[in-house]
């Protein structure tokens, strides 16, 4: 299994150019994430996905978009970029039901991270 | 809403010394997940704690549930240069599990 793989590793972008960041997993998992790293920050979601054709916005969604066609794929796109995206993008995913837990109802499982796209933005 | 904060925000380390990193959770966490970032690599997953005043140990790593599950800490002894990176705790609030909340992370740089 490869995990999770995204595409490009890195980009420079002018500034109002668009693009798409790739991000597809081999695991079958039904969630999938989009977070932005700023350089010496935590890690910001920007958009989730609980399965195929539904999608949801994280805590910084402006200026991205995302589809979910396919339960692998959860592209990333950038219609108008910013100086302010430039930014490292994770995409990460965790199979489909939460884990029973002794404490709790449900929590959540680890998430599998990819490698990371990163983007300059000129 | 929630807010994982981690203190502190980066720890100089002597090769050999040991260290505490700390996260406090702003509302009560159902679970706490630790990661581990090499310099230019992306998040690995370490460790989960669901039970109150639950501790696991991996090596020379030593995790820890508050009683109250609303912090946490990773101890590491003797402290080695592969240990040199940044640590995230994260947790779904209770009940409101799928979406992980990140703490900016602790930046590790160990002088041999």
């Known amino acids: 299994n490869a995990g999770v793989t995204q595409t490009p590793k890195f980009r420079i972008l002018k500034i109002g150019q668009s693009m798409t960041l790739q991000c597809t997993q081999d695991?079958?998992?039904?969630?999938m994430y989009w977070y932005r790293q700023d350089p010496g920050m935590g890690l910001k979601l920007i958009y989730y996905s609980v399965g195929a054709g539904i999608t949801d916005k994280g805590e910084v969604p402006n200026g991205y978009n995302v589809s979910r066609s396919t339960t692998e794929d959860f592209p990333l796109r950038l219609e108008l970029a910013a100086p302010s995206q430039t930014s490292v993008y994770f995409c990460a995913s965790t199979p489909q039901q939460g884990r029973p837990s002794t404490e709790a109802s449900v929590v959540s499982q680890p998430q599998h991270f990819g490698d990371g796209t990163r983007l300059s933005i000129l | 809403g929630q807010q994982v904060m981690q203190i502190p925000q980066y720890q100089h380390v002597q090769e050999g010394e040991d260290f505490t990193t700390y996260c406090n959770s702003s509302t009560t966490l159902s679970n706490i997940q630790w990661y581990k970032q090499r310099p230019g690599g992306h998040p690995v997953f370490l460790i989960q704690?669901?039970?109150?005043?639950e501790v696991k140990k991996q090596k020379r790593l030593t995790f820890q549930f508050g009683e109250a599950k609303k912090n946490s800490s990773l101890h590491i002894t003797a402290t080695q240069t592969t240990d040199v990176g940044t640590y995230f705790c994260?947790?779904?609030?209770?009940?409101?599990?799928?979406?992980?909340?990140f703490g900016a992370g602790t930046q590790v740089v160990v002088t041999p």
């Open positions: 704690l669901v039970k109150s005043g």
């Open positions: 994260a947790g779904d609030e209770t009940d409101s599990w799928g979406k992980l909340q």
């Open positions: 695991m079958n998992h039904n969630y």
